[in-house]
């Protein structure tokens, strides 16, 4: 009931008789240079991103930390001014 019925002898796609008269030009396949990677260079750059972002974590924690310590500092002068 609900399997889709195909015809029996399904009639081909139109074939195209002309033939191009150009020939179409085949784009050039450069290849890229090649580049030698050693392990000194893979560590160099797995230790500048472990340092990088130790240094981003210490940004912002510092920033909370500037934030909270803003809030308390705020509250202790507001109740200081209404006494």
């Known amino acids: 009931m609900f399997l889709p019925k195909y015809p029996d002898n ?3 796609p139109p074939a195209h008789s002309h033939a191009p008269t150009d020939p179409v030009p085949v784009p050039v396949r450069r290849s890229l240079p090649s580049v030698s990677i050693d392990q000194k260079t893979v560590a ?3 230790v500048g991103g472990v340092v990088l972002t ?3 974590a210490a940004v912002a924690v ?3 930390s500037v ?3 803003a809030v308390v500092l705020r509250s202790l002068l ?3 001014h209404r006494r």
Do not use: E, F, G, S
């Open 10 to 12: 399904p009639t081909p």
């Open 44 to 46: 160099a750059v797995l």
């Open 67 to 69: 934030a909270v310590a």
């Open 78 to 80: 507001r109740d200081h």
């Open 54 to 56: 130790a240094l981003l």
């Open 62 to 64: 510092t920033a909370i």
